[in-house]
């Protein structure tokens, strides 16, 4: 069993009694092991999983989706996993919420206990949250959306500075918020209006006066039910070897065929008439876009061999990127905006990090401690202070910034380093910039530059 620090600053609370529907929810990056904790807790706490991946959601392709095996899931059930086909976009989050929402009530229902898994985890804190949506998303609860707005709206599908062109002539608030090649906000945004016939910016600032409105009233945000939250963790650099042995997995095990698969869907679609959005839904999944060309290539006779291998090397390694670059996403989600939430919630006790690092020990560093802190919880018995289990959780439980970006629009700002053909959206980003090693080594070329310019004058 879990031992509990005896010192009192190491207690979180004290349960008065056992939480009553309670929720346990499972958060981290990519590659750590969500799933196999899932599993261990289900199997022992009689509990069901329910998906929290957008990704995941679809129906087949359990490569490029990185679904849990039906041999690993030990016969635990999973639920909102494979429930939408391929010509579906992914579920907003006003959708993925209603949903789940339902499948916890149904769990309940049979006396189980509910445990949320996944990676999306802006689905994961508007689920948690009663009045915290991804502001992203939250312009699409404002209207029914047609199935497909690129088909309707053209100008979605031209490229991104014709499309923030568009943006600064409906909504310039917006325009000058989103980066000039953040291409998924800055159609959001048209997106919005277009469906609407409202400015987003108006769209946040009123979600905003509301949200202000009754924090008034009631200055604690609340949790929609009694949730412990572990987020399975690993450093960087075991992280980082373990996601780049991914795409080999991948490849052994259908990649290839799946991103056919794909590929053939589309070719239909298109012969019937039907456009496909790919800036959305399944068309982003990470493996699918990396090896497209690759897998289109296979099919050509005349293709050389040395050609072909080159662009095989090119896919292995843009999905080795765009792996990291997801779970650095994941990690700032996390950070920034999860650990702020429950900081203002007042429930930031209930977020436990545990270490799974080293995937030899996984066992005895994740899914011991998980499932002591667990019975803990479910008797209503004491909880250790969470960042009192490591010095990892003593860093990474405190907020990485005191404030949710995305939540206070008086930080926004933008800034054009003319030297660099750099733009930044906050004065951090701009600080960290002009840091920065390149913006150094330019700044002091165009000093000499300039130096002997002068020099060359006199």
């Given at each position: 069993?879990?031992?509990?620090?005896?010192?009192?600053?190491?207690?979180?609370?004290?349960?008065?009694?056992?939480?009553?529907?309670?929720?346990?929810?499972?958060?981290?990056?990519?590659?750590?092991?969500?799933?196999?904790?899932?599993?261990?807790?289900?199997?022992?706490?009689?509990?069901?999983?329910?998906?929290?991946?957008?990704?995941?959601?679809?129906?087949?392709?359990?490569?490029?989706?990185?679904?849990?095996?039906?041999?690993?899931?030990?016969?635990?059930?999973?639920?909102?996993?494979?429930?939408?086909?391929?010509?579906?976009?992914?579920?907003?989050?006003?959708?993925?919420?209603?949903?789940?929402?339902?499948?916890?009530?149904?769990?309940?229902?049979?006396?189980?206990?509910?445990?949320?898994?996944?990676?999306?985890?802006?689905?994961?804190?508007?689920?948690?949250?009663?009045?915290?949506?991804?502001?992203?998303?939250?312009?699409?609860?404002?209207?029914?959306?047609?199935?497909?707005?690129?088909?309707?709206?053209?100008?979605?599908?031209?490229?991104?500075?014709?499309?923030?062109?568009?943006?600064?002539?409906?909504?310039?608030?917006?325009?000058?918020?989103?980066?000039?090649?953040?291409?998924?906000?800055?159609?959001?945004?048209?997106?919005?209006?277009?469906?609407?016939?409202?400015?987003?910016?108006?769209?946040?600032?009123?979600?905003?006066?509301?949200?202000?409105?009754?924090?008034?009233?009631?200055?604690?945000?609340?949790?929609?039910?009694?949730?412990?939250?572990?987020?399975?963790?690993?450093?960087?650099?075991?992280?980082?070897?373990?996601?780049?042995?991914?795409?080999?997995?991948?490849?052994?095990?259908?990649?290839?065929?799946?991103?056919?698969?794909?590929?053939?869907?589309?070719?239909?679609?298109?012969?019937?008439?039907?456009?496909?959005?790919?800036?959305?839904?399944?068309?982003?999944?990470i493996g699918y876009k990396e090896f497209?060309?690759?897998?289109?290539?296979?099919?050509?006779?005349?293709?050389?061999?040395?050609?072909?291998?080159?662009?095989?090397?090119?896919?292995?390694?843009?999905?080795?990127?765009?792996?990291?670059?997801?779970?650095?996403?994941?990690?700032?989600?996390?950070?920034?905006?999860?650990?702020?939430?429950?900081?203002?919630?007042?429930?930031?006790?209930?977020?436990?990090?545990?270490?799974?690092?080293?995937?030899?020990?996984?066992?005895?560093?994740?899914?011991?401690?998980?499932?002591?802190?667990?019975?803990?919880?479910?008797?209503?018995?004491?909880?250790?202070?969470?960042?009192?289990?490591?010095?990892?959780?003593?860093?990474?439980?405190?907020?990485?910034?005191?404030?949710?970006?995305?939540?206070?629009?008086?930080?926004?700002?933008?800034?054009?380093?003319?030297?660099?053909?750099?733009?930044?959206?906050?004065?951090?980003?701009?600080?960290?910039?002009?840091?920065?090693?390149?913006?150094r080594k330019l700044m002091s070329k165009?000093?000499?530059?300039?130096?002997?310019?002068?020099?060359?004058?006199?």
């Amino acid at each position: 069993m879990l031992r509990i620090p005896r010192h009192p600053r190491l207690y979180s609370y004290m349960t008065q009694k056992p939480p009553v529907s309670p929720l346990i929810t499972i958060i981290g990056a990519t590659g750590t092991g969500k799933s196999q904790l899932a599993v261990s807790l289900a199997k022992r706490y009689n509990g069901e999983i329910i998906n929290g991946d957008a990704m995941q959601l679809y129906a087949g392709l359990p490569v490029i989706t990185n679904k849990i095996t039906t041999e690993e899931q030990q016969g635990v059930p999973h639920h909102l996993l494979g429930c939408i086909g391929l010509h579906e976009q992914t579920w907003v989050v006003g959708t993925f919420v209603k949903k789940a929402l339902a499948t916890i009530d149904e769990i309940r229902s049979r006396g189980k206990l509910p445990i949320l898994v996944g990676g999306t985890h802006y689905y994961t804190q508007s689920l948690l949250f009663e009045d915290r949506l991804a502001e992203e998303d939250e312009g699409e609860q404002q209207s029914k959306f047609v199935p497909d707005t690129a088909e309707k709206w053209p100008v979605l599908q031209q490229p991104t500075h014709l499309i923030l062109e568009e943006l600064k002539k409906v909504d310039p608030v917006m325009a000058e918020r989103w980066h000039p090649n953040d291409r998924r906000k800055i159609q959001r945004s048209l997106e919005i209006y277009l469906q609407t016939g409202k400015k987003a910016s108006e769209i946040y600032a009123e979600q905003r006066l509301r949200k202000q409105e009754e924090a008034d009233a009631t200055p604690i945000s609340t949790t929609r039910f009694p949730t412990l939250l572990f987020w399975v963790h690993a450093d960087a650099d075991a992280l980082q070897a373990r996601l780049d042995k991914r795409v080999d997995t991948m490849l052994q095990h259908g990649l290839l065929e799946e991103v056919e698969t794909l590929n053939d869907f589309q070719a239909n679609e298109v012969a019937n008439g039907r456009s496909i959005d790919e800036t959305r839904g399944i068309w982003v999944s990470i493996g699918y876009k990396e090896f497209k060309a690759y897998s289109k290539a296979r099919q050509n006779p005349d293709m050389a061999a040395a050609q072909l291998e080159k662009l095989h090397a090119e896919a292995v390694e843009r999905t080795n990127i765009a792996t990291r670059q997801y779970a650095k996403r994941q990690l700032r989600w996390i950070r920034i905006k999860l650990v702020n939430a429950l900081a203002d919630a007042r429930v930031s006790n209930n977020l436990y990090l545990l270490d799974g690092s080293d995937v030899s020990s996984f066992n005895q560093a994740v899914v011991e401690p998980a499932c002591d802190l667990t019975a803990q919880y479910l008797q209503g018995n004491p909880m250790p202070e969470p960042t009192s289990m490591s010095s990892t959780a003593e860093t990474m439980l405190t907020p990485k910034r005191g404030y949710d970006l995305a939540a206070t629009p008086e930080k926004w700002t933008k800034r054009q380093c003319e030297i660099c053909g750099v733009t930044c959206v906050t004065e951090e980003q701009w600080g960290l910039h002009v840091k920065s090693k390149a913006h150094r080594k330019l700044m002091s070329k165009r000093k000499a530059e300039q130096q002997r310019q002068n020099g060359e004058r006199s």
